[in-house]
């Protein structure tokens, strides 16, 4: 799995989604932001970049629910992700529990095949373990 592809293939999908927002295709443009999550909910500021397009979409729509949902997401997305808890191919809709793994469908199974989101949180815990470490050494 190469982080630089992955951030390409978010991008990418955030683009789709903005040109689809403006010609007023807004299941287009939702479609296209719930690959986007998928593509980028490894790492924090394009996992909220993908909830903020959403909830974009949702106002936009009318959609209050799906509005309150991505809400929801935005303020817990913080936690959720310095913990882990990112379910591997969650789209990121208020439609689908935003603790619910989906199974990856077609080039994100193949482009996902090798992330685990466990090996991301002891990633995580080890940098924080790292640093908190260094600051009590510093400290002494």
Known sequence: MDRKRLRDLFEQAMDRA?????????????????????????????H???????????????????ARGQITRLIGSPLFWLVGWLPKGNPGGANISPVKPVPLQGDLAVELAGYSVWRDVAMRFGIAALAFGGLWFLGR
């Open 48 to 66: 909220l970049r993908s909830h903020w397009g959403m909830l974009r979409i949702a106002r936009k729509t009318g959609d209050w629910r799906e």
């Open 18 to 46: 903005w040109l689809a927002e403006r010609k007023g295709d807004y299941a287009q443009a939702f479609a296209e932001l719930e690959r986007a999550h998928i593509l980028g909910q490894r790492w924090l500021i394009r």
